[in-house]
Each structure stands twice: as C-alpha cells, then as structure tokens.
C-alpha cells in the first residue's frame, strides 16, 4: 500500500518508476542493519528512509536531469539494489546475506488499545466486537497504521492542495505547467523524494516490523504488485488501496492453505501456494481493470522550450 502511494506520486509527475521494488529492498536491508547496530527502530526507521529517498534522488537525476530511460534507470535501481544488499550482507554479517535476529526491543511491536477492551463486555454484542478489538483495531504494529493514513493523506495532497494540483500539472501538461511559472525538474524531484519517504517506511516495515530481520529478495515482487494495483486503480488512491487489500487477502488465503487437504485434489504443492496470490491478482486485475489512462506526460522526459 505504501509503494502503491509511492508510486502515484511519481507517476502523477509524469516518471515511470518501476524502482519501488528497489527501493523498498535497499530501505529494508539499511533498516535491519541499523536496528541490529543500534537497537533502536526508529534509527532503522530514519536510515532507511535516507537510503530509498537517495534511490529515489538518482532515478531522478537520470531521468529528469539528464532525461534518461525511465524503465532503464528503474531497472538498475532494481538490479543494485538486488545485488547490493546481498554483497553487503555478506560482507557485514556473514549469513549469506541475512542479517542477525532482531531482539524485540529493536522491532516496531504490536500495539495494544486496553481502553477499547470494553468492547467486548457489550451484552449480546460482546462476542461479535470481541475480535474487531482483538484483530482489527489492536494487535497491529505503528507502521501499518500509518500505511493506513497515508492512504486519504496521499489523496487530499494530491487533489487538494496546490502541491498537488502542481505535480498532476506537470504529469499531464509540462510545457503548460512551465509556462506558468512552475519548474516541472522541481516538482519530479520531489516527486521521488516523496516517493522514496514511503517506500522506505515500507521497507523498514518488512525488516524490522512484519519479519525480525532482513532477508535477501524479502520484497519478493510487492514493488510490482504496487505498480499493478495502481494502475489497477487508475492512478487514484482508494482504489489503489482497494487492489492492495485484495493482494493481501489472497496472501492470506495463500497462508491458510499451507498442508490443507482438498477434496478430490489433496494437498497442494507448496510453490503453488506460494505463487497463487500473485496469479490470481494479476489475474484479476487484468480482467475487471477497464480502460484506465495514465498522465499524458508519463514516460517522456520534458526538454524546455519544446
């Protein structure tokens, strides 16, 4: 959902940016190594983000400062940062790439809200709002929440503001936008720097919130999947979030199927199970998708004066 965010606000600017997968694996490697260095999450947290956001600052100068191929400059983005944080693993803590177990002191833990436990003492309803305490608003780590709010954030930046009304401007008219006075160089920067700060929370995320360290590839395509739930939706933040939730759920679906036998079929294999989440999203996504067009300007570098 954060890469998703991610890339709307670079591709509303008009840049392609197939690096969300780089920069969510090169801020979870830089989140894992500073939470074991420090203990701290939050120091994890801020490093990673630096690193995603100085991912972000080179795909822009090669895209925008020197108008480079967008899907080139996205695609090396992913490759070093593939085989980077392999080689540094390596070199730093020599576990074939991993970094060390994280003590829980140095994860963004579960959160709990003990004044919402009322709930469940509700007469006749108490069972039935037991587990929406228990489950959906308790027991969640601080960064999903904030996976959450960035969701109506992104959009009231994107559709309310004058940052925003600026960089949809410059995704779909340049010269336009130029010629009345906005830099369009400035606002695809910080269109990645924007875009780099959320993927980097979305890889901390991974490393030292949803896992206790970093393992090699542990973005395992959810870069991908995020540019197909927003093109899913259209360039358009609910319904972006609506594509990643289905992602999620089928994942979730994914996990319950591990070892269960099916009628007729038996058990299924387990690279089955593990690819069925992204087979069937893409699936999905390919056949209720619709028309849906990108910005005018996506993908093409602006030359002044042209």
């Not at 996990?255 to 593990?274: D, F």
Request: hydrophobic share 55%.
């Amino acid at each position: 959902m954060l890469a998703a965010m991610a890339g709307l606000f670079s591709e509303r600017s008009g840049v392609v940016d197939i690096s969300l997968e780089g920069k969510m694996l090169g801020a979870a490697f830089a989140a894992g190594a500073t939470a074991y260095a420090t203990g701290s999450p939050w120091l994890g947290l801020a490093v990673a983000i630096a690193v995603s956001c100085f991912m972000g600052g080179l795909h822009a100068f090669a895209t925008v400062t020197h108008r480079g191929d967008q899907m080139i400059s996205g695609l090396a983005a992913n490759m070093l940062a593939a085989g980077l944080t392999v080689t540094l693993g390596i070199a730093w803590f020599q576990q074939g790439g991993d970094t060390p177990p994280l003590p829980a002191e140095a994860r963004f833990s579960p959160l709990n809200f003990p004044e919402l436990a009322f709930l469940a003492d509700i007469p006749l309803l108490g069972p039935y709002l037991a587990p929406v305490y228990t489950e959906l608003l308790s027991g969640h780590n601080l960064l999903v929440y904030v996976a959450l709010a960035a969701v109506p954030l992104t959009a009231w930046v994107l559709m309310r503001t004058r940052f925003g009304m600026r960089l949809r401007a410059v995704g779909e008219a340049p010269s336009a936008a130029d010629t009345a006075g906005i830099s369009v160089a400035a606002m695809r920067y910080q269109a990645q720097l924007i875009a780099g700060l959320l993927c980097g929370v979305a890889g901390c995320y991974l490393a030292i919130a949803h896992s206790a360290n970093f393992v090699p590839h542990m973005t395992a395509g959810k870069g991908f999947i995020a540019l197909a739930a927003m093109i899913f939706g259209k360039w358009r933040p609910k319904q972006a979030m609506y594509a990643c939730l289905l992602f999620g759920f089928f994942e979730a679906l994914a996990a319950r199927l591990q070892g269960v036998e099916i009628a007729y079929i038996g058990q299924l294999p387990s690279n089955l199970i593990t690819a069925l989440p992204y087979i069937l999203t893409v699936i999905l996504l390919a056949g209720f998708i619709g028309k849906a067009t990108a910005p005018a300007a996506i993908g093409t570098p602006y030359v002044k004066g042209r």
